[in-house]
């Protein structure tokens, strides 16, 4: 099986900086899409940022500049640098992963278990 742990979610105050990663583990046969979801309390769960096998990004349009997604294909991470992050930007972030287990077969979907960001005033 495959298994997703993520960290680096925390505590800070407005303006400061976090960084996510989530390590990919277990029976893998190739990675392709790496993404970034937030859920907010009360709101749906939305697209922060996502990267493809190839390195193609993506992010939300609430971003703006402030986020950036890089994976290490050697460790299996995808990270989630956040700068100059805003009290909206609280919620739970999820890292979401396609993975081909077996040569041959169709990627799998993998979701993280949620990190919590906080961001104070």
């Given at each position: 099986?495959?298994?997703l742990?993520e960290?680096g979610?925390?505590?800070v105050?407005?303006?400061?900086?976090?960084?996510?990663?989530?390590?990919v583990?277990?029976?893998?046969f190739?990675?392709?899409?790496?993404?970034w979801?937030?859920?907010?309390?009360?709101?749906?769960?939305e697209?922060?940022?996502?990267?493809?096998?190839?390195?193609?990004?993506?992010y939300?349009?609430f971003?703006?500049?402030?986020?950036?997604?890089?994976r290490?294909?050697?460790?299996n991470?995808?990270?989630?640098?956040?700068?100059?992050?805003?009290?909206e930007?609280?919620?739970?972030?999820?890292?979401?992963?396609?993975?081909?287990?077996?040569l041959?077969?169709?990627?799998?979907?993998?979701?993280?278990?949620?990190t919590?960001v906080?961001?104070?005033?």
């Amino acid at each position: 099986q495959v298994q997703l742990v993520e960290s680096g979610g925390g505590l800070v105050q407005a303006g400061g900086s976090l960084r996510l990663s989530c390590a990919v583990s277990g029976r893998i046969f190739s990675i392709n899409a790496l993404r970034w979801y937030r859920q907010a309390p009360g709101k749906q769960r939305e697209l922060v940022a996502g990267i493809t096998s190839g390195g193609s990004t993506n992010y939300g349009d609430f971003v703006k500049d402030r986020f950036t997604i890089s994976r290490d294909n050697a460790k299996n991470t995808v990270y989630l640098q956040m700068n100059s992050l805003k009290p909206e930007d609280t919620g739970v972030y999820y890292c979401y992963v396609e993975v081909v287990v077996y040569l041959g077969e169709y990627a799998r979907r993998y979701w993280g278990q949620g990190t919590q960001v906080t961001v104070s005033s």
